[in-house]
């Protein structure tokens, strides 16, 4: 092995220390002190709960762990938005699980919580997945109601998707574990099962403070809404059990009679290993994130048997287009090739820049996989499009549009990996969290913003000096260069992939060997959900 790559291996062996350090903190929730107090109330923790339901030994998928990571700091926190979420097998049927964490504020539910929940449906909608829901919470966070409450992708949101994907079949199954409370009261309930552990479950739209309060009446808790009353007196759940364990049991007994689905019929063969050494990925990805690199190397250690067909191999060679499998699935695969490539032209191209040949190339190749009902899987190191009047005289908006178009209306399912840059209108066309991936994952290698670290300081530290200047006042090199270093660390924490999974821009932060499960669960999800929908790209610029 060379220098170089001893280098790169040492850098990401760096990075994936961080990332683990921030998986094992994020997996305490609110603390071990706190995680001893639902012990002695008879209680599992959200992650126990979801470990004893799950088949054991069989892979999992969590999704927005590092929600709200760094957020909500003047409120004590909100790790992982108080909820957990796991693609995982139960009964060896393939469903999404979400259980709230009482360890962090009860399990109240702060902006990202409501974000996180709605994020977990979607993946329900989209994959036409059964979906779990484990239920213990305080309900909204009122310090921060306005921000939760009323709009369109708040709160309530949950409830009208619970009405939807109950009309379209998708099994909802809930467990009341802990505290259910007002409007949260309803998600359970407008599940097609919902059951309740008692002396510890409770659900009622207002607690008994609020009760005497409203309209003076003077009852507790457990009379008002606790597992007896529900289950022999309203009828609003349907059992009670008397442990979180037979209540999880219940839960197991059900998916395993639940019915066979029909599927969306993507093509897989047994699955086989990379021919080259996965762990090479540490190394032959570069530390430097402007030095130039060949994608294939990537590439080959991610697919099956190190094997790729490329599409259009000598034309736009900035955008490597091929299929694949990846764990047996078959795939139709959208890289940026970051060396530097010659067209037949004699020109120069800089790798991770989409030029009008490679953007018309991966228009035609989406097509294609649409044509043949083959999953998409964009890998994203890619710094923008080509700018200057060479190529806006080329047509690069008509091409870059034409791409966008593509990808936008496409029928299958797109899968998004960002390895390292995800700059400005590439990560658009290379199909951004804004462009619905089915699912999206980062490298701890990424960054995702509008352009550059280094591009963005010096044009917004262009911007302050001339509105200082403007107001009169004047500024010294020495000022300058240290109003440069303060835009260029705050840039730089926002290009962290930290702060795009706190925000779930991305759905988590994976070790590159992770690669292949996330995509491979991400296509069996999938599956689940036939293409009814006809693909259309409209008006298309040629």
């Not at 490298?443 to 963005?456: E, F, L, R």
Request: hydrophobic share 40%; with cysteine.
């Amino acid at each position: 092995m060379d220098i170089a790559f001893n280098q790169n291996e040492d850098q990401i062996k760096q990075l994936l220390f961080k990332l683990q350090h921030k998986s094992e903190v994020v997996s305490l929730g609110g603390g071990k002190s706190r995680i001893a107090k639902e012990h002695e109330k008879g209680k599992l923790t959200a992650r126990e709960r979801i470990q004893y339901l799950l088949d054991e030994g069989k892979e999992f998928l969590e999704v927005g762990a590092f929600a709200a990571d760094g957020m909500y700091e003047e409120e004590g926190g909100c790790p992982s938005a108080g909820v957990v979420s796991i693609i995982g097998y139960v009964q060896d049927r393939l469903c999404i699980v979400v259980a709230n964490d009482a360890t962090v504020k009860a399990g109240a539910w702060f902006p990202m919580t409501a974000k996180k929940n709605l994020r977990a449906q979607e993946i329900a909608l989209e994959n036409r997945l059964p979906i779990i829901y484990l239920v213990d919470s305080a309900g909204v966070y009122l310090p921060m109601q306005n921000e939760i409450f009323p709009d369109k992708e708040h709160f309530g949101r949950q409830f009208r998707n619970n009405a939807k994907m109950s009309a379209l079949g998708i099994i909802q199954v809930a467990a009341i574990m802990g505290s259910c409370v007002a409007g949260g009261a309803y998600l359970p309930i407008m599940s097609d099962e919902a059951m309740i552990v008692d002396k510890t479950g409770s659900i009622f739209l207002a607690g008994s403070y609020l009760v005497r309060a409203a309209i003076g009446e003077v009852v507790d808790n457990e009379t008002l809404g606790g597992a007896t009353t529900h289950c022999e007196i309203s009828g609003v759940t349907d059992n009670k059990y008397d442990s979180d364990q037979e209540c999880l049991d219940a839960i197991k007994n059900i998916f395993n009679k639940i019915g066979h689905f029909e599927k969306a019929g993507f093509d897989r063969k047994e699955s086989q290993k990379p021919a080259l050494d996965e762990k090479e990925l540490y190394g032959v990805f570069p530390a430097d994130r402007v030095k130039p690199y060949d994608m294939l190397d990537i590439l080959k250690r991610l697919v099956d048997n190190s094997e790729l067909d490329e599409y259009k191999k000598d034309y736009g060679k900035t955008l490597i287009c091929a299929t694949a499998r990846i764990d047996g699935w078959a795939v139709g695969i959208v890289a940026n090739q970051r060396k530097i490539v010659k067209n037949k032209k004699g020109e120069m191209q800089m790798g991770g820049v989409i030029y009008s040949d490679s953007a018309d190339k991966a228009a035609r190749f989406i097509m294609n996989c649409n044509q043949r009902r083959i999953p998409l899987v964009f890998v994203q190191d890619v710094s923008g499009f080509m700018v200057g009047s060479k190529a806006e005289h080329g047509g690069i908006i008509k091409d870059g549009a034409k791409m966008v178009n593509a990808m936008a209306n496409s029928v299958v399912p797109k899968f998004t990996i960002i390895v390292g840059n995800s700059y400005g209108a590439g990560n658009y066309a290379m199909c951004g969290k804004a462009y619905d991936p089915r699912l999206i994952y980062s490298w701890p290698t990424a960054q995702m913003a509008v352009m550059s670290g280094a591009s963005a300081a010096k044009t917004l530290l262009q911007i302050k000096v001339a509105s200082l200047k403007k107001s009169g006042q004047e500024i010294t090199p020495e000022a300058e260069q240290k109003l440069l270093q303060e835009i260029t660390d705050k840039y730089n924490e926002e290009l962290s992939p930290y702060y795009a999974a706190s925000r779930l821009w991305v759905d988590g932060v994976i070790d590159p060997l992770e690669t292949r499960k996330v995509i491979s669960m991400g296509i069996e999800a999938a599956n689940h959900a036939p293409i009814t929908e006809r693909f259309n790209v409209g008006v298309i610029q040629t």
